[in-house]
């Protein structure tokens, strides 16, 4: 019988790729750890942090700890959004920052922030909120989109229009902030960062990533069914209007409070989907976990590099990220011009 | 007997359907009453409403009126998974979005019988296994499916309708840019499997001697509207090929059966 | 016209350093001293040599020994006479109202009466208040135009075109600088006397807060920690008025010049004896604020002295800056003398 065989060959390859991710994830999370202003070996950081009190103690805790999971939420978050994204527009180039998913989620955050939209409510829950429903709307509209139009020529298109309309929006805000250090914060914050963030910033925005990665995770069948078409997809019992909502809302509670925390980081969901995609076999629905374990990675390395380039100021993340990933898309359009001319 | 046949209920049954799409009416009071084990064919011209008509009996466009009815039961009382256990369908240019490999795609065929969140079982990989064997692509099981033929992807598509072994199979189109021989084999594949599991397929057709040979029956449709509705020999008469494509037809007969093959144009 | 800042050396110079781009936005919003590379301002050049310098295309080539005396020298032969003074500058209101006639002031910037901003706000909000658009401007029918290096070149060339005055004042990042702007100010307002009475005052308190730093001991190390995670390091105002109040700037000695970000690890890991705060009183919750209260701080809050100055007096140099320093010796002295008492 070589049908069961082969079965079980694609199992196996189910789940060494998470495994092997998650291995590779938690070794650099220890480098993460490590690495700063004074080095430290794993023994070490074991060491201070149950050292109370200690500056290094602190560091260790307060900065390296929070920074390093913040990378991990919000790398995963960007993977599994993208991953979900190319699974359902059924197409590699589609990825948060470039549908302005990214875009509309800084504008929400920065609504929040400099217009004293929330003034009075728990700051906590503002930022993360504003975040989401700019994600949210962005979202809806590119999905709208999406089941308007096939092409993803247009798709992305409307995606550099949605993201220069948040962007002019943003500015817009800006104008009318009465904080004079608000186009400098948020110029910066946009570049992207996890460099002294803290557990509160993990407080708001991990709860929401974790539910939409959940609820992305949810829609694995439908976005296999998907490949197929959407009347297949329909005919294999999937709801459609499900399936897009949960589609929508997933990346929404990612993208949104992911961006909220960290500024807009981009490429992140375009590359890690592609890269690993051949590994699951192209299962959009295994891609989920092995982008969301990649897009940590990814994102925690490009962190660990930002600290490691010897410049006086530190790298912005996001400007790595793109510096990275920017070409990686052009390869990608010149590529799939050649496969689909 | 023939009072019993239509007494008794029908495996699928649509009247009175009328669907709009873009504002414009696209099927105009179609009934589709299909019985156990039968083999049928729906004909028309382009634009005549044969997709529209399908996608809205199974619910993929909303219908703007009508009737369906399964086994009996009002057609939306069914949840979608337990319509996708029994139908099945196969869409026209059916795509695959990504190079999955054949043997996954048939898999995705098994979707609507997974436990949620649970791998595929014993009987899953079975009916694979077998749809896959059933038309004959057991040895491209690894191949990426966007890398075969025309003919080969359909057949892996098709096994992928068949792994659920539907009581009722939907196939829009299928013959369309297969080569003679692949057409046969197509037809030869939806009697087969009409016989041996006693199901019912319905097959959108434009080739009109595929659709007199194999078809038991036939409905012939004309800008939405149903012409005909019968066995081939009652639908593909002069008058209605005339008025529905605008086409003379030349009609051999050779043992019993009949060939239609079209001959020239003329005024509709 | 009048330029106590040379255009033409100015942006070639913005070009020629590699000021990190940060820098420039932080200073676009109060025209603050850019980090300590952009040394030129100290060397503000004669007129004579703007065209050298245009030409030359970079400022680092302009001798440092060109003085701000230099430059008001040219001026004086300039009558003084009634004028209508508009100012587009926080740092230019602060002068103007208190070396100019208040009946010749014909607006000021719209910063000039948001408190949080500037030291003089109550006496700011008496005047009507200006954008930097040439429109507006040129509907108060000004003599003569206060900016700083940082307002845009285009602005000054359209006014200047216009015939109407335009003086760019720089940014001063050391007391001596102070001091030159209020007498250069006091000069082209021909207001001389007043001018040189505000620097006598300065100097002579200066002077005896001098003595008081003399009296004490130790001196303690301090940091200032802004908004975002900026520091000011050696070269910048903020590292004077630590002198000054007997402080030892702590960013000096982590090797930062002029304003730079400051990751928090590296605060954590040394901390001063005195965190400078510098809260920019708003009810939004902002980034900025987020990390002056980040966890990791309060946690070290044992180790370190917390102080707060109020923004508005550190944006900009002039005489007031030694209300600045005179505040942070009574502050640090005050908790140093407590806890000498705990100590004994």
Known sequence: ?341 | MDSNKQTCSHLFDARGINVCLGGRRVVHEVDLALRSGELFGIVGANGSGKSTLLRGVLGFVPCESGEVRFRGEDFSSYSGRERAREIGYLPQDAECGWPIAAERVVMLGRLPFLAPWGGPAEEDVRSVASAMASVDVAGLARRPVTQLSGGERLRVLLARALAGNPALLFADEPSSGLDPYHQLQLMELFRGHVHANGATVVVVLHNLALASRFCDRLLLLNEGRTVACGPPGEVLQPGHLQSAYGIEAKILESGGQRAVIPWRRVEK | MQTIRNYGAHSADRAGTDIPHHACVWQAVFNRPVTGRDRDFSATPMLAFRKYASLLGAAVLIPLAITFAGATECRAAEPPEPRRIVSINLAADELVLQLAEAGNIAALSHLASDPRLSRLADRAAAFPSTSTAVEEILMLEPDIVFGSQYTPRITAELLERLGIEFVALPVATNIDECRELVLSVAEILGVQKRGEALVADMDRRFAELQQRVAERSIRPTALSYLQGGYTQGAESLLHHIMEAAGLRNHAESLGIRGEASLPLEKLILSPPDFLILLPFHDDDPTLGNMLVRHRALRQLSGRMYRIEIPLAWTINGNNLTVDTAEYLFEQTDAILREREGEEQ
Request: charged share 10%; proline share 5%.
């Open chain 1, 1 to 341: 019988m070589t049908v069961p065989k082969e079965n079980r060959d694609s199992r196996r390859g189910s789940v060494s790729v998470p495994l092997g991710l998650s291995v590779l994830v938690v070794f650099s999370a220890v480098l993460s750890l490590s690495i700063g202003a004074v080095w430290l070996s794993p023994a070490e950081v074991l060491r201070w942090f149950f050292t109370p009190g200690e500056p290094m103690g602190v560091a260790v805790r307060e900065l390296r700890l929070p920074r390093t999971v913040l990378a991990l939420l919000v790398g995963g978050g960007l993977g599994i959004a993208g991953a979900a994204l190319q699974g359902y527009t059924r197409n590699p180039l589609a990825d948060s920052g470039l549908l302005g998913i990214n875009g509309g989620a800084a504008l929400g955050a920065v609504l929040v922030l400099y217009t004293g939209l929330l003034r009075g409510a728990a700051f906590t829950l503002a930022i993360p909120l504003g975040g989401l429903a700019g994600a949210a709307a962005a979202t809806f509209l590119i999905a709208w989109l999406a089941g308007k139009v096939r092409s993803i020529q247009t798709l992305i298109l409307a995606g550099v229009a949605v993201s220069a309309l948040t962007a002019a929006l943003t500015s817009l805000v800006l104008n009318f902030s009465p904080n004079p250090f608000a186009t400098q914060e948020i110029v910066f914050w946009l570049l992207g960062s996890v460099a002294d963030r803290s557990w509160e910033h993990i407080g708001f925005a991990g709860p929401f990533i974790a539910v939409g990665a959940a609820v992305i995770l949810a829609c694995g069948r439908g976005l296999q069914a998907l490949t197929l078409g959407e009347d297949t997809a329909a005919s294999l019992g999937i709801s459609l209007g499900r399936l897009r909502l949960g589609i929508i809302a997933g990346c929404a509670l990612v993208v949104g409070p992911a961006t909220a925390a960290a500024g807009a980081i981009g490429f992140v969901g375009l590359v890690v989907p592609h890269i690993l995609r051949p590994l699951v076999r192209y299962d959009p629905a295994k891609l989920l976990v092995a982008s969301a374990l990649g897009g940590a990675l990814l994102l925690l390395w490009a962190d660990i590099l930002v600290r490691l380039i010897p410049v006086e100021q530190e790298l912005k993340l996001g400007v790595l990220t793109a510096l990275l990933g920017a070409p990686f898309f052009l390869w990608l359009i010149f590529r799939l011009r050649r496969l689909y001319p």
